[in-house]
């Protein structure tokens, strides 16, 4: 089991910047493939944003691509979500994940973080 904790939240106009990052500890970091989720009033969290243990690997959902960036660095065990050009839509808490492998990641089948609050107001 690995233990996730998330920061790097907070409000931010339309159009700006937030990076998150994930610290994880507990079983080795580099095993992991990570992402990022989110869930905003009233909806079921979603998918927004995965990595390999490698880093090779990312996908992201079609609403984010081109704004958001995943990267992982693992000598510091952690993930980030770099989130340019955010728009009010994208208001939510975001969820660290972590997994086995990225199909368990998909299946929101793994380990999560607590959640930190992005808030982007128009």
């Known amino acids: 089991q690995v233990a996730l904790v998330e920061s790097g939240g907070g409000s931010v106009q339309a159009g700006g910047s937030l990076r998150l990052a994930c610290a994880a500890s507990?079983?080795?970091?580099?095993?992991?493939?990570m992402g990022w989720f989110r869930q905003a009033p009233g909806k079921e969290r979603e998918f927004v944003a995965a990595?390999?243990?490698?880093?090779?690997?990312?996908d992201y959902v079609d609403s984010v691509k081109g704004r958001f960036t995943i990267s992982r660095d693992n000598t510091k065990n952690t993930v980030y979500l770099q989130m340019n050009s955010l728009k009010s839509e994208d208001t939510a808490v975001y969820y660290c994940?972590?997994?086995?492998?990225?199909?368990?990641?998909?299946?929101?089948?793994?380990?999560w973080g607590q959640g930190t609050q992005v808030t982007v107001s128009s």
């Open positions: 990595i390999t243990w490698s880093g090779n690997y990312k």
């Open positions: 994940a972590a997994a086995p492998n990225l199909g368990v990641l998909l299946r929101a089948a793994g380990s």
């Open positions: 507990g079983r080795t970091f580099s095993w992991y493939a």
